[in-house]
């Protein structure tokens, strides 16, 4: 099946720097992918919705200027948080789509911690 | 707005036990239901799905119905395996080609079964 990777894993940072995050569809194109956010015992809350060469489509609440999105391949979208704080730490999950069916493939999720 | 709710675990059952994690819904359209299963270190994987009511998705032994009339989308398994343990996620989509559709996720149930 198809395969979606990220990188890295864990990170740990220092308040008031960026960190990026990559997700990688490895054996596909994918036209679209999603970000999605996920607290301990929560839900995975979307955040963003990232379309190959134009601008990401973010949910109500979630900081364009905070969290970059860039989708400029069709295989790589990268999530940058920018001038990291305490509260967004959290696992981060992307997930891509192929355009066709009802199928998404997740990465395994990177878990961000900010002292 | 579009929500799923399913039973909070951790759920944990001995081999050969009977699985039921029960999800329920709230659409304003007419979704397409998932089950999706995260093991240890691993992303999601699409375990089933049902696109229309009375439709019965099923896959390695776990099955789940569409119940329009109760807003439901319960999990079952017959006879649970050590291997089964993982956090199941509930999930609906109200566009069709869910592939290009963010999901909603219900806040997962985490199963451990035992030898």
């Known amino acids: 099946g198809a395969v979606v990777s990220q990188h890295p894993s864990r990170v740990i940072c220092k308040s008031g720097t960026s960190v990026k995050i990559e997700c990688r569809s490895l054996d596909f194109q994918a036209t679209t992918m999603f970000w999605y956010r996920q607290f301990p015992k929560q839900s995975l809350m979307l955040m963003a919705t990232s379309n190959e060469g134009s601008k990401a489509t973010y949910e109500q609440g979630v900081e364009k200027d905070k969290f970059l999105i860039n989708h400029a391949s069709l295989t790589l979208s990268t999530l940058t948080v920018t001038s990291a704080h305490p509260e967004d730490s959290s696992f981060y999950i992307c997930?891509?789509?192929?355009?066709?069916?009802?199928?998404?493939?997740f990465g395994p999720g990177t878990r961000l911690t900010v002292t | 707005g579009n929500s799923v709710t399913q039973m909070e675990g951790p759920v944990t059952l001995s081999e050969e036990a009977f699985l039921t994690i029960n999800c329920t819904y709230t659409a304003t359209g007419y979704p397409s239901l998932f089950w999706y299963v995260q093991y240890p270190g691993e992303g999601l994987q699409l375990l089933l799905k049902a696109t229309k009511a009375d439709d019965k998705g099923s896959n390695k032994g776990f099955e789940a119905t569409y119940r329009k009339e109760t807003t439901s989308f319960h999990l079952e398994k017959g006879s649970v395996q050590v291997s089964d343990s993982a956090v199941y996620f509930c999930?609906?989509?109200?566009?069709?080609?869910?592939?290009?559709?963010?999901?909603?996720f219900g806040k997962g149930t985490r199963l451990s079964v035992i030898a």
């Open positions: 997930s891509a789509g192929t355009g066709v069916g009802y199928e998404q493939y």
């Open positions: 999930a609906l989509s109200d566009q069709k080609n869910s592939g290009n559709t963010p999901l909603v």
